[in-house]
């Protein structure tokens, strides 16, 4: 059997969605049984503005996939932290998250960050450590049942 693999082009974007089209039905069948499930990724960010002035201060973003959310990113301004901020948006991602049927969330972070202790606190249990893994640091996989 001749094979070659190589990179996608834009002339073959329609033949790889017919493909999927085709195989991942089944593969989803095989893996999942005979559920109808919504496989699509659901992106939000959310943002904290301070009411003085109406500046972005926070923001998160996150996204759904299969009843699991993923924290991508959070972030507050210097200026704004250590108020309990962070804590207040982790938990508006989590209200939020459930209303859709989300039942976990999951998330990395730096092994030696001052968030892991956060999101310790507010319940993350570390189920990975991850070394030598992002710009060659040690990151943590961790996660909560909500």
């Known amino acids: 059997m001749n094979i070659d693999i190589v990179k996608l082009e834009d002339i073959d974007v329609f033949l790889l969605d017919k493909f999927k089209a085709e195989e991942w039905p089944e593969a ?37 996939e299969l009843g699991v959310a993923q924290i991508d990113s959070l972030i507050v301004g210097r200026r704004f932290r250590r108020n309990g901020l962070a804590k207040k948006i982790i938990n508006t991602v989590e209200t939020h998250v459930k209303s859709l049927g989300v039942h976990k969330i999951r998330l990395e972070t730096g092994l030696d960050w001052k968030a892991k202790s956060l999101y310790e606190k507010l319940g993350y249990k570390t189920r990975a450590i991850l070394l030598n893994y992002y710009a060659n640091r040690d990151f943590v996989l961790m996660d909560k049942e909500i």
Do not use: C, M, P, W
Not at 28 to 40: Q, W
Not at 48 to 58: F, L, Q
């Open 28 to 64: 989803d069948r095989e893996h999942y049984g005979e559920h109808n499930l919504d496989f699509s990724k659901n992106f939000y960010t959310l943002v904290a503005r301070n009411a003085a002035d109406n500046k972005i201060i926070a923001y998160v973003s996150f996204f759904t």
